[in-house]
């Protein structure tokens, strides 16, 4: 006999991992795109790794409470990596050079985790931007591999799996980086809704309870940057294979501070905010820059602040409506109220 | 947004057999250039030269309706590639233009071999970019060309001692290696070569250097916009008062910025294809016509946008309005006209730019600064490519 108590935080746990109806209707739709929007593929494509980039630096910022603002030092490496690979045809397939361009980030994010952790937000932001700084002047002096301020020249991607040729109207390229996206969400799904998730959830409230409560938190979160380095790197691998090219702005300080932009627009802290983001933000940025392609970043900066107006003292204030919309759609919330009601009899 | 796109793309399928016959009505060129960023001086300067020369010329050329679609790069070259695929993809482009630097022009030059489409660089000055692809045409220039000359010119005025200073990237090691190669064979020496981050405009450091090894004069190459930086530095560290002096492609002096140097900037001597102050009637009225439209003076990228479109409007009258990409390169080859630079043609072999070359030296006119012309070299080929 379990006591209603425990049956009903089970329960609690047990309904963060399941799957709403809205998320069913987000994949179905990212998936109906290849087929609905065949013109918007090129776009597309950059939306998904840039929604990649993004949850990956959300499990930074909305799990673990690492602020970064160097976080295309791993997007730049796996980048580097990946069109390195195919360039002096190391490895030849695509999905398997993406899977090694994401390891050595996880490395490089391993390495420079126990530089990071040191010490408070504020030296956490210095160190990182640091990082990212480095290795951009690295990248720019050794031109010999990198190709200097020139960029990578001359890399030719093998199609996917030995099949899928990388087409000029980048609808391989799009199928491809949804289907990375969509593995890679659910991994990152399991993580954040597994013991080790919400211990990371615990640690970004308060450190000093969670180790108090026996949580090994510089562990966790070296584990936890390690991942999100893992994953900014597969996201630049994307963007290197989809362009066979990388240049020095992978590192840029402008590509870190535009993806906390992507995170902070879509919501920190659910997975999904970084996706969101990303669709929002390239939508706007394509469609401002489209229509006045000399005064965007100012209809941009606009925006922002317009959103952030909106939203007050929570960021993503804005996104409340919807959020509250979405409780309304989901069935089984109403029939867990009914449930916990009946418990509380 | 998205609803608008689906309902545009309804509108699209319900009307292709209309659409298809208009297509052919007219002949797209994307303009994919930088309007924002570090480069977005040149994407100015472009864009205020194309809308100059359909403004006099009209948007009609053989037939054809000539429809600019202007894209921002904001001087991110995977940006180019994604812009231009685009273009090719979704708005079928005839013609891509533009470029503002050169990893731009490489990146997006396996997209016009593929896709058959021309590229016209219109800015991007390293000489091996029109190797790239069979489709790829110039109208601006290439480093080596004025190189070659600013060497020559050192030689005969006894400079024999020089200090090379350029951006780190293709353009400053295209400059910086035919430089040297000149000066080099006729007697000169390199007696240090500095390369400069290509996105860090701090020159103090490096210029410091330069002073310390007391040349007879600082060979200099910065890409367009950040020529004021560096006289700026240049005065301040007093090397102007020390007698060095400054020699090298025109970049440095870019017209654009020339007014507002000051007269630390008087008596440096470069060699380039354009100045503002160039003495032709044809020039005279681009002039007044460009800065008239803009309130500022067009530069040596503006020409390279003007004469770009007086190609593709002459390429398109004869090949009788036929826009792909195998007639009109076919038709740019060999084609010769009249810039506000003087007298071009294009190569037929290379598909690269001949033009004159003039040496200038910066004096000022009614209390204005200009490159003043004073020797021209008449139909300088790329020398980067007649050597292989």
Same mark, same amino acid.
């Given at each position: 006999?379990?006591?209603p ?23 179905a ?7 609905l ?9 950059e939306?998904?790794?840039?929604a990649? &980039? ?6 930074l910022?909305? @799990? ?5 603002l160097?976080?295309?030092?791993? *997007? ?15 490895i ?6 993406? *899977? +090694?361009?994401?390891?050595? +980030? ?10 990071? #952790? ?19 002047? #690295? ?24 099949? *899928? ?8 390229? @799009? ?32 450190? #000093? !309870? ?14 936890? @940057?390690?991942?999100a ?5 597969? +996201? ?8 066979? &090219? ?10 870190s ?12 802290g659910?997975l ?8 929002? *933000? ?14 965007w970043?100012?209809w941009?900066?606009?925006l ?25 759609l ?5 029939? !867990? ?9 | ?20 016959a ?14 924002t ?13 194309v ?5 006099e010329?009209g948007?009609m ?16 070259? =995977?940006?180019?590639? %994604? ?7 979704? =708005? ?19 997209l ?25 045409? %110039? ?5 080596p ?14 400079m ?5 200073m ?6 400053g090691? =295209?400059?910086e ?7 080099t064979?006729g ?21 410091? %250097? ?8 600082? /060979? ?12 700026k530095?240049?005065?301040? %560290? $007093?090397? =102007?008062?020390? $007698? ?45 016509a460009?800065?008239k ?10 020409? $390279? ?6 190609l ?7 090949? $009788? ?52 012309? /004073? ?7 790329d ?6």
């Open positions: 006999m379990t006591s108590l425990i049956r009903r935080a089970t329960e609690s746990m047990l309904s963060r991992a399941r799957w709403h109806p809205l998320e069913i209707i987000f994949w739709g990212a998936f109906a795109a290849i087929w929007l065949p013109t918007r593929h090129l776009i597309l494509t939306i998904a790794w840039l990649l &980039f993004a949850l990956s630096l959300d499990f910022v909305g @799990y673990a409470g690492i602020i970064s160097g976080h295309a030092a791993f *997007f730049g490496v796996g980048a580097y990596a990946a069109a390195l690979l195919a360039k002096h045809e190391l030849n397939e695509p999905v398997l050079a993406l *899977f +090694a361009a994401g390891l050595v +980030a996880m490395a490089l994010g391993f390495v420079t985790s126990f530089l990071v #952790l040191r010490g408070s937000d504020l030296t956490r932001i210095m160190v990182s931007l640091g990082v990212a700084l480095i290795l951009r002047e #690295l990248a720019n002096q050794f031109g010999w591999l990198t190709g200097g301020a020139d960029g990578l020249q001359g890399v030719t991607m093998q199609p996917i799996l030995g099949t *899928f040729r990388f087409d000029m109207f980048g609808h391989n390229g @799009y199928a491809y980086c949804l289907v990375v996206l969509f593995v890679l969400f659910l991994v990152a799904r399991q993580i954040a809704n597994s013991p080790f998730g919400l211990s990371l959830v615990a640690i970004k409230n308060n450190p #000093l !309870r969670a180790a108090a409560i026996g949580i090994p938190v510089d562990r966790r979160l070296i584990v936890i @940057y390690s991942i380095a893992f994953y900014a790197g597969i +996201a630049g691998g994307l963007l290197a294979q989809t362009t066979s &090219f990388a240049s020095l702005d992978v590192f840029s300080f402008d590509r501070a535009d993806l906390l932009l992507v995170l902070i627009i879509g919501g920190v659910y999904y905010g970084g996706l969101i983001g990303a669709i929002l *933000f390239k939508v706007m940025q394509d469609y401002l820059s489209v229509l006045t392609p000399q005064y970043p100012f941009i900066g606009a922002l602040v317009a959103m952030v107006l909106i939203g007050r003292d929570r960021i993503t204030g804005w996104t409340t409506p919807f959020r509250k919309l979405a409780a309304k989901d069935w089984r919330a109403a029939r !867990r109220d009914a449930a916990a009601a009946e418990d509380r009899r | 947004m998205n609803y608008l796109k689906i309902a545009a793309a309804g509108l699209l399928a319900g009307t292709m057999s209309f659409g298809a208009q297509a052919q009505e007219t002949v797209k060129i994307g303009l994919v250039i930088a309007m960023g570090q480069q977005a001086s040149t994407g100015k300067q472009l864009k205020a030269a809308e100059l020369y359909m403004k010329h948007d050329v053989a037939g054809k309706k000539i429809e600019v679609i202007l894209r921002d790069s904001a001087s991110v070259p =995977d940006n180019s590639k %994604r812009l231009a695929q685009e273009l090719i993809v979704n =708005d079928k482009v005839s013609i891509l233009a533009g470029f503002e630097v050169t990893p731009a022009a490489m990146v997006v030059a396996p016009a071999t593929e896709a058959k489409v021309v590229e016209l660089v219109m800015a991007a000055g390293t000489s091996v970019i029109t190797e790239r692809s069979p489709y790829i045409a %110039r109208t601006s220039f290439t480093l060309q004025s190189s070659v000359i600013i060497a020559d010119y050192a030689l005969k005025n006894n024999k001692n020089i200090v090379t350029v951006s780190d990237y293709a353009p090691a =295209d400059a290696k035919s430089f040297t190669g000149q000066l064979a007697g000169g020496k390199v007696i240090e070569s500095i390369k400069i981050p290509l996105a860090n405009p701090d020159f103090a450091p490096f210029l410091q %250097r330069a002073a310390d090894a007391k040349p007879d004069a600082l /060979f200099v190459f910065v890409p367009s916009g950040q020529g004021a930086t560096f006289m530095q240049f005065a301040e %560290r $007093g090397l =102007d008062k020390a $007698g060095i002096k400054v020699i090298g492609p025109g970049d440095v002096t870019d017209d654009d910025l020339l007014p507002q140097m000051g007269d630390a900037v008087l008596g440096v001597v470069t060699a380039h294809m354009y100045s503002a102050d160039h003495n032709s009637p044809m020039n005279k009225k681009y002039v007044e460009f800065t439209a803009n309130n500022f003076r067009p530069n040596f990228m503006s020409v $390279g946008g003007y004469d770009g479109m007086h593709i409007y002459e390429a398109l009258k004869k090949t $009788g309005g036929k826009a792909d990409g195998d007639s009109l390169i076919a038709a740019m080859k060999g084609m010769k006209w009249e810039s506000p630079r003087g007298p071009i043609s294009i190569d037929p072999e290379t598909r690269d730019i001949i033009q004159n070359i003039y040496i200038r030296k910066v004096e000022k006119k009614n209390g204005q600064l200009y490159n003043v012309e /004073f020797q021209t070299f008449n139909d300088v080929k020398p980067g490519k007649i050597k292989k």
